[in-house]
């Protein structure tokens, strides 16, 4: 296991120093390697500045402090590895704040995966608490995150299965559908992973925390696998819209075929919510996997929500490999 380190170049130091007149913005860094004591560092730098820490030997933190034309007027906290001679960034967190608000972020260091706490809390998380990976699948199409679904894959699976547990606040719903192979006959054994907002608009932080993999992903989430006759049922609420932004609500879906491929189809919106517009209509018509597009209906008041979204496998996606049955 590597030890932790940490130089200060003083050239950054003496640099703070002389932008005097400059917004200092404060911050408290924390990288861990595995379960390792953390390196901790509180420093305080000018604003409009790039700096550059080393952790180990390797690995750096670079921080992008705010210029006058930022919107949001936020830091970048970059972790990046050069142990293989090429610069990959492992993680990113953004903060936002007047310069006079102190600013953390914590990186935790569990091989090839990152841990990245926001906010920074007074302890970092362990890696022996992550969920277990598995093996993922070919990614196809335009797909950043489709490691996700496999942290903390199940073992085993059925058709019907929970995204939001029972003590979740918001309105009931329930999403179902089938799942057809490119013949259009229904396919069994399809994996389908999904992940939503509360019914706040808010991907809340996971408890313990998860890599960078799928903790963006907050605690919603839930896997199913097609029956004999391709159907699939998920049980959860209605998610809300993005606070502050015009993005109709939504459920994020990828497919997962076993041994051949995964990737992304078109998030499930609603015919009801206002921020559907026509344009985006017409686009989501052409969606990865099928039109995501559904009229939710009920049977009464209390009653839950139900909508349906049918799964087309490899629908508009130009790399699809055809995979076989699983």
Known sequence: MRSAFLLVPMALLAASACAAESPQ?????????????????????????????????????EIQTPTPRDEYHATLVKLIDESSGKATVLAAARRAGASSEPRSATFVVCTGRIILQDPSPKEPARCADLLPMAKADPVIGRCSDCDGPYEGLPGKFTSHS?????????????????????????????????????????????????????????????????????????DTIRPANYPNTTIPAHVHMHVIER????????????????????????????????????????????????????????RNLPDYPGCPRS
């Open 162 to 234: 929970r995204i939001a547990p029972t003590s979740e606040p918001g309105e009931p719903l329930i999403v179902s559908g089938r799942v057809f192979g490119a013949d259009g006959k229904p396919r069994e054994g399809v994996i389908v992973y999904a992940y939503q907002t509360d019914a706040n608009g808010i991907y809340r932080v996971p408890t313990p925390p998860r890599s960078t993999s799928s903790n963006h992903h907050g605690p919603l989430r839930g896997w199913v696998v097609s029956d004999a006759q391709g159907r699939y049922t998920f």
């Open 25 to 61: 913005y404060q911050f408290t860094l924390t990288v861990k390697i595995a379960d390792s004591a953390p390196v901790v560092l509180n420093a305080s730098y000018a604003g409009e500045t790039t700096h550059e820490l080393a952790v180990t030997k390797g690995l750096k933190l």
């Open 259 to 314: 041994g051949c491929a995964t990737y992304f189809i078109d998030e499930l919106v609603f015919t009801d919510d206002p921020k559907l517009t026509p344009e985006l209509i017409k686009q989501m018509n052409q969606g990865f996997g099928g039109t995501a597009i559904a009229t939710p209906r009920r049977d009464g008041p209390g009653k839950p929500w139900q909508v349906e979204r049918d799964i087309h496998l490899g």
